[in-house]
């Protein structure tokens, strides 16, 4: 029997045995999430779920068997599931502060490109956000749309001289809007040509 044996170089035996180890980490994941995606597909099959009820359960499932088969995988290479747990978490949890503190840029961004592509109202029209059908919002004059502002200039009441507003974009979609074409004539209300 000791002809058959293969030579192997000094210290290869250790090295060797752990890549076997993680192959059959790898396979064990694999034959898992199949099992569970087969048992999925019975089960829909048997019961009258709707398959739209099954393809996030079947995705989330696939991703969490092969997320831990590579948790083992990485401590058999000697990073300690402590520091990955750490390190996950943080990466999540400032990814989520900056989702977060994006989320108001990325909302006007979004709703500038519907005011340009939808033209809800362009520059010269006057416009009037309302807060609610007896209160009066802002009102103004559309004298410039860029990607985060739109800029009205409101009108010159009692002497006071006219102002500059600056509207997020996001504002002219969640609450109502009065409008009138720049070339509407409106009476008393200071926006006249």
Request: aromatic fraction near 12%; hydrophobic fraction near 55%; include cysteine.
């Amino acid at each position: 029997m000791e002809a058959f044996k293969l030579p192997l170089p000094a210290g290869w035996g250790e090295p060797l045995w752990l890549v076997v180890q993680i192959l059959l980490i790898l396979l064990a994941g694999y034959i898992a999430q199949r099992v569970v995606a087969k048992c999925l597909t019975r089960l829909g099959e048997r019961y009258p779920f709707p398959p739209q009820f099954f393809m996030p359960l079947r995705g989330g499932l696939r991703w969490l068997i092969m997320g831990s088969a590579l948790i083992f995988v990485l401590e058999r290479l000697g990073v300690s599931a402590t520091v990955l747990w750490t390190a996950l978490s943080g990466f999540v949890a400032v990814a989520a502060v900056a989702f977060f503190a994006m989320w108001s840029v990325l909302s006007n961004l979004l709703c500038a490109i519907l005011i340009f592509t939808v033209g809800p109202f362009r520059i010269g029209d006057v416009v009037e956000l309302v807060d609610t059908t007896d209160k009066p919002g802002v009102k103004g004059r559309v004298v410039a749309i860029n990607l985060l502002y739109t800029t009205l200039i409101e009108a010159e009441e009692l002497g006071t001289g006219s102002a500059m507003v600056q509207v997020p974009n996001s504002l002219f979609f969640q609450r109502s809007v009065r409008r009138w074409r720049g070339t509407d004539v409106l009476p008393s209300n200071g926006f006249e040509k």
